[in-house]
């Protein structure tokens, strides 16, 4: 991995072009993706990861400007139904398989920092 | 009696319950039978439970016997992928992070096949939330090639192909994202089907990438994977991407198994360099059979299909980081590092880094990255760009052929280990099964003999546009019965035989 990509992401909408991504932008995708991952892990994800954009930047050979994008291969349309009452899940089915429960309802670890 | 019954399809098997001759516990007892006698070696399940089975075999000759109309499958077992939902055993998607986990309820099919009688016989190995080519993701273990057990069996379905291989089970049902149905059925010379998208319910099945996923059929036979096909499909309200239209009639179409005066065209772009000598001259024989059985064969050019596997490799994960996000260590699953002094963020990190196989990890970084501002234009949208330009390149050719065909698979099984550290070759398993998963059409793989070099099991691929899921059938069918004629039998006669361990 070549120095001058150390610091930062390249700018906006920047093609690859061989470009690599860095280990400090693989450590950021970590945390926007919520993964704790170790020092011997990223490094090794950089490698990898590497390759794989490399490879899959091959889509900007063809497609044009005045191709349209498809999301889906089905034209979706929104289903609607009338707002019903209906039975749902008992709060002790909902909460079977909670890591931690209270009250009938999920326990979960402080939200706000201390910084917050 | 017991070990004849496991040889047996499902139609024979549904035909010998529903006259008497034998009951639904016999034939679930001869499958569990079978499981406990072979799947230490082939570890194609990773939960079976014979109280349960067996009760629910139970129930269905008391169905029967009060009179009730059942099902075409009545009495029949099933094994479902671990991917769907099953309200009486554990489901974990082949992951850690949902190690035994028991949904509060049944996927749509899952609740549509108890229904129609079947039989859940148990839950089958997966790569770790479908993502995978060879069942080698698995958080539990790698599942086995019946026909080699130092082979992968397929993925990310492997564990039904293997179970069905095996003759553990008659039936299976599994999820095809990139070709996880097509691709395992061909490396262990059995059939699969990816149905078209919205045919076959979502509804319950643990996401990977929504727009992709489709749960479809594995058998032995073409007529078993219709015969299930039609139990499963069909409208569901509890999907909200799912057809209402009817069923195309691909039982019938299996039955019908002919291509006389049927235009087939194949695909320039998917075949030749690249694709192992003994899996295209199978295939290169397989059309020249259908030609044969009166079908008209022209070549066909799909020119973007070489892009199908790039934008793939950025839709897939870019859905998937998406959709695991729900893998937050609050609600369901595995908790790690809750301490009382950690933040909820700090303990979502903790939890994700450690109940997440390498793959998993791999695949929600790339999608964080393609999706993430600056780049989303030049990836995930350049991607999005290449699927219109795949779905033109199938509707110009569905205006010359009415269906088409190509290898399912590039190479036969490779061993186990191979391509682990080199995803870019792994991904290339799934290199012809792609495009009809971006395009959203039907498309099943059969058997059409063994490669030379290795003697391993080599498919042929039908793709026909959407809805149009009878025609794969009928063309399928037809090889089937053209090439069992030579054969003196299935290709699946040809495996070696398992040795049963002693009970």
Not at chain 2, 227 to 240: K, T, V
Request: proline letters at 7%; hydrophobic letters at 40%; a negative charge.
């Amino acid at each position: 991995m070549s120095e001058k990509h150390a610091a930062g992401s390249p700018a906006a909408g920047e093609a690859r072009g061989g470009a690599a991504i860095t280990r400090d932008e693989v450590a950021h995708l970590a945390r926007l993706s919520r993964l704790a991952l170790g020092e011997d892990e990223l490094d090794h994800l950089a490698a990898q990861l590497d390759v794989i954009i490399s490879a899959v930047a091959r889509v900007q050979e063809v497609a044009a400007e005045d191709i349209p994008p498809t999301s889906h291969a089905l034209p979706l349309t929104n289903v609607f139904r009338p707002d019903e009452v209906r039975p749902s899940l008992a709060p002790e089915q909902a909460l079977a398989g909670a890591p931690a429960a209270e009250d009938q309802r999920f326990r979960v670890p402080r939200i706000l920092g201390e910084e917050a | 009696m017991s070990s004849e019954l496991t040889r047996r399809t499902a139609a024979e098997l549904a035909e010998l319950i529903a006259s008497g001759q034998v009951s639904a516990v016999e034939v679930a007892q001869a499958h569990l039978d079978r499981i406990t006698a072979v799947d230490g070696r082939i570890k194609a399940f990773l939960h079976v439970d014979a109280e349960t089975a067996l009760a629910q075999a139970r129930a269905v000759d008391e169905r029967r016997a009060a009179g009730e109309r059942l099902g075409p499958l009545a009495g029949v077992p099933i094994a479902h992928k671990d991917v769907f939902t099953t309200a009486d055993m554990p489901t974990t998607a082949g992951s850690k992070i949902l190690e035994g986990w028991r949904p509060p309820y049944d996927a749509t099919i899952t609740r549509r096949l108890r229904e129609a009688g079947l039989v859940i016989i148990g839950k089958t190995n997966m790569d770790e939330f479908a993502m995978g080519s060879s069942t080698e993701n698995s958080a539990f273990g790698p599942t086995r090639n019946p026909w080699n057990l130092d082979r992968i069996p397929g993925g990310s379905s492997g564990g039904s192909s293997a179970a069905v291989a095996a003759y553990e089970a008659p039936l299976a049902t599994g999820t095809d994202t990139g070709g996880s149905i097509r691709q395992p059925a061909a490396v262990t010379g059995i059939v699969g089907t990816k149905p078209t998208y919205g045919g076959s319910s979502r509804y319950g099945l643990i996401a990977f990438a929504s727009s992709l996923d489709t749960p479809g059929p594995f058998a032995r036979t073409v007529l078993d994977a219709a015969l299930l096909h039609e139990a499963f499909s069909g409208h569901d309200p509890m999907d909200s991407t799912s057809i209402d239209r009817p069923v195309p009639p691909v039982v019938e179409a299996a039955r019908r198994a002919d291509v006389a005066g049927l235009r087939i065209g194949v695909v320039r772009e998917l075949g030749g360099e690249g694709f192992q000598p003994g899996v295209q001259a199978r295939f290169n024989e397989a059309v020249e059979l259908l030609e044969s059985l009166g079908a008209k064969v022209t070549e066909v050019s799909c020119p973007h299909f070489t892009y199908a596997l790039p934008a793939y490799y950025l839709i897939a994960p870019s859905e998937c980081s998406s959709n695991l996000a729900r893998f937050d260590a609050m609600r369901y699953g595995l908790r790690i590092g809750d301490d009382g002094a950690r933040s909820a963020e700090e303990v979502m990190a903790l939890t994700r880094a450690e109940g997440f196989g390498p793959e998993v990890k791999r695949r929600i970084m790339l999608g964080t990255y393609a999706l993430s501002s600056g780049y989303y234009d030049a990836y995930y949208g350049k991607a999005q760009q290449v699927r219109t330009l795949i779905i033109r390149d199938f509707e110009a050719a569905f205006e010359q052929v009415d269906v088409l065909v190509s290898p399912t698979t590039p190479t036969t099984a490779f061993p186990i280990g191979d391509r682990v550290d080199d995803p870019m070759a792994m991904y290339l398993a799934d290199l012809a099964t792609i495009p009809s998963n971006l395009a959203g059409n039907a498309a099943i793989s059969v058997p059409c003999g063994l490669a030379e070099e290795d003697g391993l099991p080599v498919g042929l691929q039908v793709m026909a546009p959407t809805l149009a899921d009878d025609r794969v059938y009928r063309v399928g069918a037809a090889v089937e019965k053209a090439l069992e004629d030579r054969w003196g039998g299935p290709l699946l006669a040809k495996a070696p035989e398992l040795a049963e361990a002693d009970r």
